[in-house]
């Protein structure tokens, strides 16, 4: 994880020491999201699409949706809410709601944005989770397989999509 942060200029990555394939939604984890939400106040957060059951390569991952759950959950209504968490106030993490919360793998989308000069570095940062490519030139064709409809294989053109929750 950290060398693909590295690899799409990310300045912080933060670790929850949660056990990959075992995220659940609890309110512990709520907490700590609200906690770093508040401590950085982002004006966007990006997560995954809690409601992404049945996905294009089968059912998706738990922890995907999962970890889309409790953000949505620690966006709304706890973030922004001095209410939730009083002890995070005791820590000096005042209330912050984002603007906006994008969602990828979305089966409802309301934007799509053009990420064509981008994707050779999603590529090179998704081949950095080593431990999670069994095969690296059939996952390269799979990616290259999501081109747009509209694009050819001399000009590529891919698209991600979202849905934009805008709070602002």
Same mark, same amino acid.
């Given at each position: 994880?950290?060398?693909?942060?590295?690899?799409?200029?990310?300045?912080?990555?933060?670790? +929850?020491?949660? #056990?990959? $394939?075992?995220?659940? &939604? =609890?309110?512990?984890?709520?907490?700590?999201? @609200?906690?770093?939400?508040?401590?950085?106040?982002?004006?966007?957060?990006?997560?995954?699409?809690?409601?992404? +059951?049945?996905? #294009?390569? $089968?059912?998706?991952? &738990? =922890?995907?949706?999962?970890?889309?759950?409790? @953000?949505?959950?620690?966006?709304?209504?706890?973030?922004?809410?001095?209410?939730?968490?009083?002890?995070?106030?005791?820590?000096?993490?005042?209330?912050?709601?984002?603007?906006?919360?994008?969602?990828?793998?979305?089966?409802?989308?309301?934007?799509?944005?053009?990420?064509?000069?981008?994707?050779?570095?999603?590529?090179?940062?998704?081949?950095?989770?080593?431990?999670?490519?069994?095969?690296?030139?059939?996952?390269?064709?799979?990616?290259?397989?999501?081109?747009?409809?509209?694009?050819?294989?001399?000009?590529?053109?891919?698209?991600?999509?979202?849905?934009?929750?805008?709070?602002?």
């Amino acid at each position: 994880q950290a060398n693909a942060a590295k690899t799409i200029g990310a300045q912080a990555v933060h670790f +929850l020491d949660r #056990p990959d $394939g075992y995220l659940v &939604p =609890d309110i512990d984890l709520r907490r700590e999201i @609200v906690r770093i939400i508040r401590r950085l106040k982002p004006d966007i957060l990006v997560t995954c699409d809690p409601q992404l +059951l049945f996905a #294009p390569y $089968g059912i998706n991952h &738990p =922890d995907h949706r999962a970890a889309g759950q409790v @953000v949505l959950d620690a966006v709304f209504p706890a973030a922004g809410n001095a209410a939730y968490f009083p002890e995070l106030l005791a820590e000096g993490h005042q209330p912050h709601m984002p603007h906006e919360v994008w969602c990828s793998s979305s089966n409802t989308p309301n934007v799509a944005m053009d990420v064509t000069d981008t994707w050779p570095i999603k590529i090179e940062a998704i081949l950095k989770h080593k431990t999670q490519i069994s095969d690296v030139e059939k996952l390269k064709e799979r990616m290259n397989s999501r081109r747009t409809e509209d694009s050819t294989t001399e000009n590529p053109r891919f698209e991600e999509k979202f849905h934009v929750i805008k709070y602002s």
